[in-house]
């Protein structure tokens, strides 16, 4: 025993010590709450690159006509945008929250493999160079939309392959990302904590662990077979040597459809978590939560080809795929129901992050709606590549995954810096978004259902009101969301903000362990395991 | 100060950004490579070596820890489950290039040589396996028979699959001897296949015309093959370095995480390639 203990007193790893001085500590962290910011920090980032993006396609479709961009950049942006909002926006900030809340969330001292933490955010840090350096380049960024389809997109220049490559690196990020949190979970949870009394984050995230892992690898694999139909002479995508273009999207939404499921199973947590907290009850159906998320990851594996109806399928195929789809909004009406049941008769307040859940519930379960329209397939040959599809998926993107990151925020930066956040700001950022997000995309549903195709940077004159409103409202948007950086700062810096208890919200600590921690929180938490565990959220 | 009771948590990792630095100098280097870039093989063998220094340095790292006594039971959970699941990430990646097999066999050949098709745009096309596609790409060739080389490697893994488990007792029964002889065996089987299958591919290339460009039979044949022999390459250096750590005396009964994730992922690449001998060779 003892010589155990001075072997370990010659390597630099003491249990007890605080973070390492000056600007190296970020680079070599294992530490999940550095990690954690790091995710954070850089998915906000990545949120505004994305959102410039946007408002650059925004401001060339103000008016019909070509008035800013060529039409190669006008789609690279699409593609860009999507890629960059997916795989550096919101994906890594879930992982940001998994990464800061899960360990203090199951009283755990740290994630189960440290070093593959720090690994997996560097790795994500290179992908997303990776892709970003395509910009850069001859023949520009990849234009084909964030699908990536052959053969269209096999006449990218010389991003081709970067891009590719790039899905390599953001795929071992995930995964290595997915298989952390799988085994903290798993492993590291408070002895007195069984599967059944972790907070719904935690469960959120276990299963969308599960279906990163599952899914990654497959993504992985369809953009190799573009890398070698392009430079290895193979023809999997290609008729003439007996593949098929078709196949590619049948792989691509295997991968795609669960990778929405990533986007919004995480946020199904976070607003399950917080909602309870401000309605001041417990979560109505706890168990019927866990049961619903784990029977919306089993669905999302057999649904895929419902972004294919139109392509040319076997009539049995559009059938089954029709239903299965159409299965899916029964979990996800259970899990409305349940939050709205939390919030009947509750004692609510309004602070920010209740704010940002409530309208999340509503305008989700209105994503949810045209979803359901869109899963009729007779109908949605209709629907399918216009406006409308690009309003159902930023309605459930939006309002939705993006509004409870927001809530996330406002509901554990106290915790995390020992600051209460400007709270009338924070309610100005939330009416200035939650009314300009509805600007924004409400009319392209109107627009869809005329006929607008997306992925144009030019239209009918037909269409030209609808989308000037809807610029106007993703500039409002956009700009909205500058005010959340600045609270943010402000809390960081703390000047004028009032300290935060250590429950910070009412109550707060018969929801979760993390609010038995005192504010702001310590370097190390929880070395050894809560005695007590909290019951109210379940 | 960390006690073996406690659940280690390392501080400062510099391995990982040298990996990462490694990996994407590497895959950069490709890609330029890909694009006619002068530059591209260079970098590439710059970001492969920062790769393997990288390597080397963790794996040391953990081993001389893990002699040190420093991980507890639930540090081997957590990198047992670490690496079950990282196995089945590489499931997923191959079942990619297995579905893609059958749905061309199944689905989109025979579609191509169908009434409605086939009669407008191929009339001659028919739906046999293996094809090169109605546009006959690649030229002539001879499909790859699953008698001689290919059922001498399956013979080979399966061993190899034997004599790692009697490693494994071994090491249960405190043989060191059988430990040793067993891993040696294992490797030594492993790169055998290998070479094999260098065999293998050359005739394909040399004297039957069958390329990596011969159609999607081609592309399946040397995509599922192809990535099964690199983890084939992977494994057997995995084991080559527990055998060299067995051999320095690492790994008692109780502790021997390196030896068990090494032979999961044996016994995995193993039964990738019986499904590859059916379904590729076979049917
Ligand atoms: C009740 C649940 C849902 C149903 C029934 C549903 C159904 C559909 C259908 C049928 C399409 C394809 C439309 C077409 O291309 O013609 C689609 C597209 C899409 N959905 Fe959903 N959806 C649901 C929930 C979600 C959620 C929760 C997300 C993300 C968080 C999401 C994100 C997307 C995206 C990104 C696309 C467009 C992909 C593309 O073509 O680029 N959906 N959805
Ligand atoms: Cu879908």
Redesign the interface.
């Known amino acids: 025993m003892s010589a155990v203990a001075s072997e370990h007193e010659h390597t630099d790893d003491h249990h007890d010590h605080g973070p390492a001085k000056g600007w190296m500590r970020w680079i070599v962290t294992t530490n999940h709450k550095d990690i954690g910011s790091m995710y954070l920090i850089f998915a906000l980032i990545m949120f505004f690159v994305g959102g410039t993006m946007a408002l650059i396609i925004r401001a060339e479709l103000f008016e019909p006509g070509m008035q800013f961009v060529e039409p190669q950049f006008f789609n690279s942006m699409t593609t860009m945008h999507a890629l960059v909002m997916v795989f550096g926006a919101v994906m890594p900030a879930f992982v940001g929250f998994a990464n800061w809340m899960i360990p203090m969330m199951i009283g755990a001292p740290d994630m189960a493999l440290p070093r593959m933490n720090n690994m997996s955010f560097w790795m994500l840090v290179a992908g997303i160079l990776m892709l970003a350096s395509t910009l850069f380049m001859e023949g520009g960024a990849p234009a084909s939309g964030w699908t990536l389809y052959p053969p269209l997109v096999l006449q990218t220049g010389d991003a081709l392959p970067f891009a590719v490559f790039s899905v390599h690196l953001l795929g071992i990020s995930s995964i290595m990302g997915a298989i952390n949190i799988i085994a903290t979970i798993l492993n590291m949870r408070a002895p007195k904590m069984s599967l059944m009394q972790m907070p719904l984050f935690v469960w959120t995230w276990l299963i969308t662990g599960f279906l990163l892992i599952a899914i990654m690898p497959v993504f992985a694999g369809a953009v190799t077979m573009l890398l070698t139909d392009r430079f290895f002479e193979t023809s999997f995508f290609d008729a003439a040597g007996g593949g098929d273009p078709v196949l590619y999207q049948h792989i691509f939404w295997f991968f795609g459809h669960p990778e929405v499921y990533v986007m919004i199973l995480p946020t199904f947590g976070i607003a399950s978590t917080i909602i309870p907290v401000f309605a001041r009850k417990p979560l109505f159906g706890y168990s019927s939560m866990v049961y619903a998320t784990a029977s919306i990851a089993f669905l999302s594996f057999i649904v895929w080809a419902h972004h294919m109806f139109t392509v040319g399928m076997p009539i049995s195929g559009e059938l089954f795929f029709m239903y299965a789809t159409m299965i899916i909004a029964v979990p996800t009406g259970v899990k409305i129901f349940n939050w709205t049941a939390t919030m009947w008769k509750g004692a609510m307040t309004f602070e920010a992050p209740m704010l940002f859940s409530i309208a999340f519930v509503v305008l989700f379960t209105l994503g949810g709606f045209t979803g359901l329209m869109m899963s009729i397939a007779p109908v949605d040959f209709q629907y399918h590549d216009t406006y409308f599809i690009v309003a159902h998926f930023h309605y459930t993107l939006v309002p939705a995954s993006v509004f409870i990151l927001m809530a996330g925020g406002y509901f554990w930066i106290p915790k995390w810096t020992g600051k209460m956040y400007d709270e009338r700001l924070a309610r100005l950022h939330f009416w200035l978004s939650a009314i300009s997000v509805n600007i924004l995309f409400f009319p392209q549903h109107f627009l869809g259902l005329a006929g607008m195709p997306r992925r144009i940077p030019d239209y009918a004159t037909q269409f030209s009101d609808w989308n000037m409103v809807s610029s106007i409202g993703a500039f409002i948007f956009g700009f909205s969301q500058l005010m959340f950086v600045y609270i943010v700062i402000k809390t960081i810096k703390g000047k004028d903000c009032a300290d935060a208890t250590d429950e910070v919200w009412e109550d707060a600590a018969k929801h979760g362990l993390e609010w038995t921690l005192p504010s702001p929180v310590p370097y190390h938490t929880f070395a050894t395991p809560p005695e007590k565990i909290p019951t109210e959220h379940f | 100060?960390?006690?073996?009771n406690?659940?280690y948590?390392?501080?400062?990792?510099?391995?990982?950004?040298v990996?990462?630095?490694g990996?994407?100098i590497m895959?950069?280097g490709?890609?330029n490579y890909?694009?006619g870039s002068s530059i591209g093989s260079g970098m590439m063998m710059l970001g492969l070596s920062i790769f393997i220094v990288m390597l080397g340095g963790?794996f040391t790292l953990q081993a001389t820890?893990s002699e040190?006594?420093?991980y507890n039971k639930?540090v081997g959970?957590?990198?047992r489950?670490?690496m079950m699941?990282?196995i089945?990430?590489?499931i997923?990646?191959f079942?990619?290039?297995f579905?893609?097999l059958w749905?061309?066999r199944n689905?989109?050949?025979p579609?191509?040589a169908d009434e409605i098709t086939g009669s407008t745009l191929w009339p001659n096309f028919e739906d046999v396996w293996p094809?090169?596609?109605?546009?006959n790409?690649?030229g002539d060739y001879e499909p790859m028979g699953a008698f001689g080389l290919p059922l001498l490697n399956t013979l080979l893994l399966l061993s190899s699959g034997v004599t790692c488990t009697w490693a494994h007792h071994g090491l249960l029964e405190k043989n060191r001897d059988q430990l040793i002889k067993g891993l040696a065996a294992t490797v030594g089987l492993g790169f055998l296949f290998v070479a094999c299958q260098a065999l293998e591919y050359h005739e394909a290339y040399v004297d039957m015309g069958l390329?990596?460009?011969s159609?999607?039979?081609?592309?399946?044949f040397?995509?599922l093959t192809g990535f099964h022999g690199l983890h084939v390459c992977i494994g057997a250096i995995i084991l080559s370095v527990v055998l060299f750590r067995s051999w320095k005396g690492h790994f008692t009964p109780e502790n021997h995480f390196a030896f068990e994730a090494a032979a999961w992922y044996w016994h995995f690449v193993d039964v990738v390639w019986l499904g590859l001998f059916i379904f590729v060779y076979l049917m």
């Open positions: 100060m960390s006690t073996n406690e659940y948590i390392p501080h400062k990792a510099t391995w990982p950004i990996g990462t630095g990996l994407m895959l950069a490709f890609a890909l694009n963790w820890e040190a006594g420093m639930g959970i957590s990198y489950m670490g699941w990282f089945f990430s590489e997923m990646f079942a990619v290039f579905g893609t749905y061309t689905l989109s050949v579609w191509l094809t090169n596609g109605p546009g790409r690649g390329t990596l460009g159609g999607i039979y081609g592309s399946t040397f995509m």
